[in-house]
């Protein structure tokens, strides 16, 4: 089946720094989304994106879908950031998880 | 509010004791789906469905049971738990099934199997 590989697995950055997140994916989607699960567990769709480039505040996120791969930029990191991001795909009506992106913002 | 429910929030139980968590969503979303998060295997997709009496395996179906008898509600039934299957899950649904519209979860329900 298809593999999805997010990267790196854990990233610790200041406050104020910037990130950017990768996504991997072993073969063609139909569609992409981006989530952020923060510390109390909570999962939050970030991006719908199977193609393109589309910002939202300080987070935006691009996909390449011709070379299989997405990013997902974090700008001026506030600590309300922090928590695990995931990429996932859908193939045949299954969706399919990265292992995610833990992200510690320090103060 | 728009939200997918999920109860109970915590359940411990015993291995082989039947148990069913169920889902709700008032969204009238069409694509209703089940995963369990265990560490450093990320979410996995247990069951999905596009819509009612549409049911379908996703990657980790074992052990697991699910009905779509209604639009709204999504339960997953663990006919006999096994201690493999403690885990964090979560229900998620969406407006269409082609992963098109943003997948909306469930706060998770943490289960302990001993």
């Known amino acids: 089946g298809i593999q999805v590989e997010q990267s790196p697995p854990d990233l610790i950055l200041q406050e104020g720094a910037n990130s950017t997140l990768r996504c991997n994916f072993s073969?063609?989607?139909?569609?992409l989304q981006w989530f952020h699960q923060n510390p109390w567990g909570q999962l939050i769709n970030l991006f719908y994106?199977?193609?393109g480039t589309k910002q939202n505040g300080r987070l935006s996120a691009t996909t390449v879908a011709t070379e299989r791969y997405s990013l997902l930029y974090i700008s001026s990191s506030q600590t309300t950031d922090s928590g695990v991001y995931f990429c996932?795909?859908?193939?045949?009506?299954?969706?399919?998880f990265g292992k995610g992106t833990r992200l510690h913002i320090l103060p | 509010e728009a939200q997918v429910t999920q109860n109970p929030r915590y359940l411990i139980t015993v291995t082989g004791k039947k148990l069913t968590v169920t889902c709700s969503q008032n969204?009238?979303?069409?694509?209703m789906s089940w995963y369990r998060q265990d560490p450093g295997l990320g979410l996995r997709q247990i069951y999905y469905?596009?819509?009612?009496?549409?049911?379908d395996k996703g990657d980790v179906p074992e052990g697991y049971k699910v009905s779509r008898k209604e639009k709204r509600n999504f339960p997953l039934i663990l006919e006999s738990p096994s201690p493999n299957q403690t885990s964090l899950y979560f229900c998620?649904?969406?407006?269409?099934?082609?992963?098109?519209?943003?997948?909306?979860f469930g706060n998770g329900t943490r289960l302990t199997v001993t």
């Open positions: 996932a795909v859908e193939r045949g009506g299954k969706i399919i």
């Open positions: 994106i199977p193609s």
């Open positions: 969204m009238n979303h069409e694509y």
């Open positions: 998620a649904s969406s407006r269409t099934g082609s992963f098109n519209s943003p997948l909306h």
């Open positions: 469905s596009m819509n009612v009496e549409v049911t």
């Open positions: 073969d063609s989607v139909n569609n």
